[in-house]
């Protein structure tokens, strides 16, 4: 038998108890700060709110039930959806959403935006990424905070993670992406909370009759399906033509067709699930990149990498990175402008259609930056 | 902009400050970790980051847990003498056809890194099983540990579980669909030609000493012995096949429980010393792990990740393949799983245009071998632990030559991808299942010539003895 070796005495195990305990009571503060909701601020455009919860009850309580903000306009029409937030980490997502229900109003039929899709995966970072919990945007009336969270749920709200994950639409997955919203589509009413979430998105896209839906993104620089939508093959022509438009005006987007056999994505399952037209938009972060250098709120909001430009130059890039890089700005901008030529497409095909205005162009939200579209931070009806 | 040589400078520090600390003041690896990457999050600006420290290390909570309950768990049937009777009926049972033993012996080293898609769990459970059977057989001890910490990798590589090529192809949306075949191609021709080179000379030259054999407690407790083994298989087996039915235990969970069963089946145990045990050997390697997360943490916080990743995808094709086999393995040392999703994301994205299924299973096989790679070398230490060699590096020193084959022949297949990709995904199915059917009737007639090879050169090594 091999004697045992002695490491210390139980004095020694108690200070250092005492020493991890202490570290965790101060980092636990900085855990916890990431629960607390960062306010948003209705523009005269919503007209009421409704909780997922109302689509799906079993959500109700958790921490995944989210907000979903409705903009009616005064003429009949068809329903549009708006996603954003479905991963926290691609922070254009959720702030065109967020500027959306700030800034625009409807003036036909009816848009319906949740700018926090997976909410418990706003309130952790990811692990070994190094991601600041929040970032700032500058508005006219001073700064004002965002959350930077993960791309999964919480694994407060959701663990064990499984070793594979096979989803509802029967894909085998990496254990970890069991907490990936946009893997969990269609989503089951008895599945585990991710799963639960995605099936009351699905649930809203049905009750609401929703026409066309929109899953707002962001990818890595060197990530082939970048500056594009990716549609269901229902929604192939608008986006087509929508992408054709877009390029007239100067900002170049390609356009994907939603893969058969990759299963549990927004494109491909809510169009097979319900009868609405299926897009996905992807934009430029390089904060979510393998290649980025320094982890920093800059980097998340102005887009700025010298190791992104090298790679660029050597043709490791599916999209151009220069020196200005691809700030927040320019992100949020594209998404709305394509959101905004998505319905304007649509709107010529069908007696149903939904007429938003007051949705800021790349070049407006370039010029005057994507502060200049969100309301103040004293502004008095927030919510949560 | 600043340039991208300012991330060298802390990642300079962060390296320097462990190679001092590790080699210069005799430090623990586990805490020079942890001191190296405050260093870098200092000379970065960014003071002591208590949350980004505590952040990188939750990363590994999973890993972590798995490894002090496998690690209970194989101390458990270690003392009830599970392991033992295992070993003694495997040798009896096919001692006249050794060269068939190591081979089978070998697959089943495999089978829980199949199943779970991990090398520490395949290493502490199937590889502890047979362990013992090699080291009867007469394959020293460190040869031993070589064996089960090749089949735990190889196990964590072959399907249907791959997890590094799950996680490579859930970087560049490519779903887990065809991999079966080519993943079998690849490992399973590896895991019999590593065996066979680790263990065949010693099988020769050793007959079996009965009186050496590790014994049964079958006839002593019966059925009853098994009951662990078998929890652990139905456990995991019953989440894997009905996933939508059975809810995920985790495996920590599962082996815990499969531990709790093992006290009431064998022989007496206080299950308390031997999990105080367990975990007290295993709490080395989770330190290194805890600080391998600060160390990936801050790493990425400060953009020394970037500089790696950047420098190394952005190489001419030829010098792809070096830093493929170089660096892969090497950020395996802190997690095969983190060099998977580090580095063969944009390896694959480099590489793309050819068959992407062929270059991802072998990318996985060599991020794999990052389980091998000091500090953690994962699957080396733990087979160490199995074996009972205090210095895990006597057991990796025997899988230099196995792992340099095995990134060899993953280079091979990568360069090789477009004729695998013609064979292996050609529309007639009924030629190309005739071929693997041959070239497995071959393999196997080899085997068990061999088998009859070995017992005649024993033979005549006992007939010139007398």
Same mark, same amino acid.
């Given at each position: ?199 009351? &998105? /699905? !649930?809203? #896209?049905?009750?609401?009759? =929703?026409?066309? $839906? ?6 890595? *620089? ?77 980097? &998340? /909001? !102005?887009? #700025?990498?010298?190791?992104? =430009?090298?790679? $660029? ?6 999209? *151009? ?64 | ?466």
């Amino acid at each position: 038998m091999t004697p045992q070796r002695k490491y210390g005495t139980w004095w020694t195990a108690l200070f250092l108890l005492l020493l991890v305990g202490g570290v965790l009571l101060i980092v636990s503060h900085d855990f916890l700060a990431m629960r607390v909701d960062l306010p948003i601020y209705p523009g005269l455009g919503v007209t009421s709110t409704a909780m997922l919860s109302d689509y799906f009850a079993p959500l109700k309580g958790t921490a995944a039930d989210t907000m979903a903000y409705i903009l009616q306009g005064d003429e009949p029409g068809g329903t549009a959806f708006v996603l954003g937030g479905t991963h926290p980490n691609e922070p254009a997502s959720s702030l065109a959403a967020i500027v959306l229900i700030e800034s625009a109003r409807v003036t036909r039929g009816r848009l319906v935006v949740i700018p926090r899709a997976n909410r418990s995966a706003f309130t952790c970072s990811e692990p070994q990424e190094g991601y600041p919990q929040t970032y700032t945007i500058e508005t006219a009336n001073g700064s004002r905070e965002f959350r930077y969270g993960s791309r999964g749920t919480n694994p407060v709200d959701q663990w064990p993670d499984p070793v594979i994950y096979i989803n509802a639409a029967g894909q085998s997955l990496a254990g970890s992406e069991v907490r990936n919203l946009n893997r969990s589509y269609p989503g089951s009413p008895d599945g585990n909370l991710t799963e639960q979430l995605a099936y009351a &998105i /699905v !649930e809203l #896209i049905r009750q609401e009759d =929703v026409d066309m $839906a929109i899953d707002l993104h962001e990818a890595s *620089p060197e990530y082939p399906v970048i500056n594009a939508i990716v549609a269901h093959e229902d929604a192939l022509n608008i986006a087509a033509e929508a992408a054709m438009f877009l390029e007239f005006e100067g900002m170049q987007i390609g356009v994907e067709r939603s893969p058969d056999n990759l299963r549990g994505l927004s494109h491909r399952e809510w169009g097979d699930a319900t009868d609405t037209l299926a897009l996905l938009v992807e934009a430029p972060n390089p904060a979510q990149g393998r290649l980025r250098g320094r982890t920093s709120v800059e980097l &998340i /909001v !102005e887009g #700025i990498d010298p190791f992104y =430009v090298r790679a $660029a130059q050597r043709g490791l890039l599916y999209v *151009p990175f220069f020196e200005a890089g691809h700030p927040i700005d320019e992100r949020v901008g594209r998404h709305l402008q394509t959101i905004a030529m998505l319905l304007e497409v649509y709107n010529e095909y069908t007696d149903k259609g939904v007429v938003v205005v007051d949705v800021p162009t790349l070049s407006s939200v370039l010029e005057h930056g994507v502060g200049a579209f969100l309301l103040q931070p004293n502004t008095t009806n927030a919510t949560n | 902009m600043s340039s991208p040589f300012a991330e060298m400078i802390p990642l300079l520090a962060m390296v320097g400050a462990f190679a001092a600390m590790t080699f210069a003041f005799k430090l623990p690896v586990s805490i020079s970790l942890v001191g190296a990457a405050i260093l870098g999050a200092l000379v970065a600006g960014q003071g002591v980051p208590l949350r980004h420290l505590v952040e990188g290390t939750l990363g590994y909570l999973d890993t972590l847990l798995i490894i002090a309950t496998a690690m209970i768990f194989m101390r458990t049937i270690q003392a009830s003498g599970l392991l033992d009777t295992i070993a003694h009926h495997l040798i009896t049972a096919f001692e006249r056809r050794p060269a068939s033993l190591l081979v089978l012996m070998m697959l089943f080293a495999m089978s829980a890194g199949m199943i779970t898609g991990s090398s520490t769990a395949a290493v502490l459970t199937t590889g502890a099983i047979v362990a013992p059977a090699f080291m009867a057989l007469g394959i020293p001890k460190n040869k031993t540990g070589a064996i089960i910490a090749m089949a735990g990798i190889l196990g964590m590589i072959a399907p249907p579980v791959n997890i590094p090529v799950m996680i490579i192809g859930g970087g560049v949306d490519m779903p887990y669909i065809g991999f079966g075949l080519p993943l079998l191609i690849l490992t399973l021709p590896l895991a019999v030609a590593i065996v066979l080179f680790l263990g065949l000379k010693s099988v020769r030259a050793t007959s079996i000493d009965r009186s050496l054999l590790p014994l049964s407690y079958h006839r002593q407790y019966g059925w009853k012995l098994y009951l662990p083994l078998v929890m652990l298989i139905v456990l995991i087996v019953l989440e894997r096949a009905f996933p939508r039915i059975v809810p995920s235990f985790g495996m920590p969970l599962v082996f815990m429980i499969s531990a709790l069963v093992a006290p009431w089946t064998g022989r007496k145990m206080n299950p308390w010393t031997v999990a105080r045990d367990a975990v007290q050997a295993a709490l080395p390697v989770m330190a290194i792990l805890a600080g391998v997360g600060m160390f990936l943490q801050i790493m990425a916080l400060t953009g020394g990740r970037g500089f790696i990743v950047s420098l190394l995808i952005g190489l001419p094709l030829g010098l792809l393949y070096l830093s493929i086999a170089v660096s892969m393995p090497l950020f395996g040392a802190v997690s095969a799983y983190g060099s998977a999703s580090i580095l063969g994301v944009p390896f694959v994205l480099a590489l793309l245009g050819t068959n992407e299924i062929i270059v991802a299973s072998a990318l996985s096989l060599i991020a794999a071998m990052g389980d091998l790679m000091p500090p953690t070398a994962l699957a080396g230490l733990f087979a160490a632990k199995v074996v009972e060699q205090p210095n895990y590096t006597q057991v990796l020193s025997h899988c230099l030559i196995p792992a340099g084959i095995t990134v060899g022949v993953s280079l091979g297949y990568m360069a090789t991808a477009g004729f695998w990709d013609r064979f292996l995904f050609w529309d007639n199915r009924l030629a190309l299942y005739g071929i693997l059917l041959g070239s497995i009737g071959l393999v196997c007639m080899s085997i068990l010539m061999l088998d009859h090879w070995v017992l005649r050169h024993r033979r005549e090594s006992v007939g010139a003895q007398l």
